[in-house]
């Protein structure tokens, strides 16, 4: 690989850069720290639902495939890597690639979708209808005022072409107005919110 203009951009580091990284310039070492600090911060994250918060997941994922790239290429251009290094090299394209992977599941975009939302349980039955707040592949979060808790089991039939699925309540969060938030995964819905043609 090519060496870069400039030193390293870590503090005190006067090794010269050999990999761009998040718009700085890095030496392998460093660079290799790098990877690890956010591989750790985006699974720590990705394992608390945490990135959920964020505006948007794009940016774990320009993050992750930013990592993957230079890794690579790092690897394939740099005939002097040693034996440990190679090895963190594969370790951090494994867990970015994983990460990726279980990120693209739970990306969420905000869009609207018109709902029916059914549950029953002990021989009552409730039905509403409701709209989504955001959408992920394979859930949702929705805005409803049916008395379910996490764990349980509802029916949401899209009210725009009546497809129907079972889901799952994943979390819940009870408003002042006495309405709650709630997490849904879909359980059995294939491409529920059509992703594949958007």
Known sequence: MATLSTTCHAPSCAHPGCVCFEGHELCRAH???????????????????DHWQMVSSENFVDILSEIIDQATTLGLESPDLDGIQQAQLLDILFTAGNLLKNLRRSIRRYLSVPLKLSYEVTGREWTEESNTLEVSQHGASIECRIPISKGEIMTVER???HRSAKAKVRWH???????QMLGIELLDSGDF??????
């Open 173 to 179: 969060r009870r408003k002042p107005d006495g309405s």
């Open 31 to 49: 660079f290799i720290a790098s990877c690890y600090e956010r591989l750790e911060e985006y699974g720590t994250q990705l394992g608390k639902n």
């Open 193 to 198: 919110w059509e992703f594949d043609k958007s």
């Open 159 to 161: 009210i725009d072409n």
